[in-house]
């Protein structure tokens, strides 16, 4: 009786995920390979073969790659500080990481144009300071793109491995230095695969937003293409919907092959789980 009052609560959400999610995810997939009737692999073939679309997929996963990293290396440190503080200044702390989720990408992206641009405050800063002799060409290119990325990402991380480092009871760490072991011997041995879990998640999340994200690589990357303005590209400007199809069939695989990968790496580093 139990089960079947489960499953009716879960029926709502699985019909919605299934009219709007899943049907038309195979619908859109189901279309690049059968073109005017036929069983087609063109569309793949073409985007894999093709040296300019090779190097907008190569940006992009260059991107997402980047800043995922980059998201663990500052957000890492970041939530184990967090994690070991008291409610009230946990409380404040994790509020001013979510803070800037609260803001529109599209503000955020502006901003950074404004900070990035060749008369922008960084810029600025570096030729007043005797840094360089003329401004640097920071805007418009892909690492203007990651700036804006882990600026948008970093909160994610932070909050999901707040979640799993909360959980980890300190006394672990003194019974390792009881033991002999350095304090960083301790982090390593005890804290980082303890936090794998959410390390796990947390990339996933800023590889995946990366991966898809379109406001701000259009913004702060100007001509520079990556894989969601290049859908955008065929399908509302060039109009050809089976392109778009193919490159959204593209980024829906490497999705998927990258949480496998994630999972596996996960199981790898902490097989008790």
Known sequence: MKKTVMYLLLLPGLIFLTLFMIIPIVLVIGSTFFQQGSFTVAGYVQFLTDHYFLNILLTTLEVSLVTTIACVLLGFPAAYYISRLGPRKK???????????????????????????????????????????????????PTAMMIGLIHLFLPL?????????????????????????????????????????GLIIGSILVFVGSLTAYTTPALLGGKQRVVSTFLYQNAMTLNDWYMASVIATIMIVITFVVIGLMNKLATKLNPKG
Request: no cysteine; charged share 15%.
């Open 157 to 197: 991380i932070i909050i999901t491995l707040v979640g799993v480092m909360e959980n980890i009871d300190p006394d672990l760490l003194k019974a390792a230095e009881s033991l002999g072991a350095s304090r960083f011997t301790a982090f390593a041995k005890v804290i980082v695969p303890l936090s794998v879990p």
């Open 91 to 141: 409380g404040i702390l994790l509020a001013l990481a979510i803070f800037p989720l609260l803001t529109s990408s599209v503000v955020r992206s502006f901003s950074w144009m404004i900070i990035l641009g060749k008369k922008g405050l960084l810029n600025n800063a570096i030729v007043g300071l005797g840094l360089a002799d003329k401004p640097l060409d920071i805007l418009y290119t």
